[in-house]
């Protein structure tokens, strides 16, 4: 079992950074593959972006693509989400996520077991 803390999220204006981070307790974060979603108020939890149980294979939504990064330190277990060119339409509250699962793309929320708590990202136009 692994529990989930995320932390970075905040207040930012449009075209902004921020950095979310997610740290993991236990022994054996790399047997994870990771994931980040993020949901809107009043719509479902959406896919951000995954990376496999050593980092080597990430995937983004395309809504995403080309303005988020994922990374991984399992020394550190930690995972995070750098994210530039904010657009308010990326307003929501962020959740790191853990799966167990062998499925090559983890892009759907029900491949997940394990969930942080979320941390609100709010982007200002």
């Known amino acids: 079992q692994v529990q989930l803390v995320e932390s970075g999220g905040g207040l930012v204006q449009a075209g902004g950074s921020l950095r979310l981070s997610c740290a993991a307790s236990?022994?054996?974060?790399?047997?994870?593959?990771m994931g980040w979603f993020r949901q809107a108020s009043g719509k479902e939890r959406d896919f951000v972006a995954a990376?496999?149980?050593?980092?080597?294979?990430?995937y983004y939504a395309d809504s995403v693509k080309g303005r988020f990064t994922i990374s991984r330190d399992n020394a550190k277990n930690t995972m995070s989400l750098q994210m530039n060119s904010l657009k308010p339409e990326d307003t929501a509250v962020y959740y790191c996520?853990?799966?167990?699962?062998?499925?090559?793309?983890?892009?759907?929320?029900?491949?997940?077991?394990?969930w942080g708590q979320g941390t609100q990202v709010t982007v200002a136009s």
């Open positions: 996520a853990a799966s167990t699962s062998p499925a090559a793309r983890l892009v759907a929320s029900t491949l997940y077991n394990y």
């Open positions: 990376v496999s149980r050593y980092g080597g294979t990430t």
């Open positions: 236990g022994r054996t974060f790399s047997t994870y593959a």
